[in-house]
């Protein structure tokens, strides 16, 4: 069982900054991949950035790389996702899944782990 906490959301202006968390519970989070998707209003679940369970392999959205990085401390059971130069469009409910497979699906459907999700609102 894995429980995941995400923090960090907020208010930005365009061009800002912004560093997610997701916390997880259990002594078993090293073995999971981890994944940020995001949700905004009206429009389906999309896939955002993963990265396994070694932190050696990350995977990113066209629309994010370049601006946003994703990493992980398994000492600490958190994952990351600083984003920079955030845009209007970046504006959704971004959540972090837990993953037994290092390569995302990027449907978001077979994960089994989620966190309750973060508000992050970018204002032009």
């Known amino acids: 069982q894995v429980q995941l906490v995400e923090s960090g959301g907020g208010l930005v202006q365009a061009g800002g900054s912004l560093r997610l968390s997701c916390a997880a519970s259990g002594r078993t989070f090293s073995s999971y991949a981890m994944h940020w998707f995001r949700q905004a209003p009206g429009k389906e679940r999309e896939f955002v950035v993963g990265?396994?369970?070694?932190?050696?392999?990350?995977y990113y959205a066209d629309s994010v790389k370049g601006r946003f990085t994703i990493s992980r401390d398994n000492a600490k059971n958190t994952v990351y996702l600083q984003m920079n130069s955030l845009k209007p469009e970046d504006t959704a409910v971004y959540y972090c899944?837990?993953?037994?497979?290092?390569?995302?699906?990027?449907?978001?459907?077979?994960?089994?782990?989620w966190g309750q999700g973060t508000q992050v609102t970018v204002s032009s």
């Open positions: 899944a837990a993953s037994t497979n290092n390569v995302p699906d990027y449907t978001g459907r077979l994960y089994r782990y």
């Open positions: 990265i396994s369970w070694s932190g050696g392999s990350t």
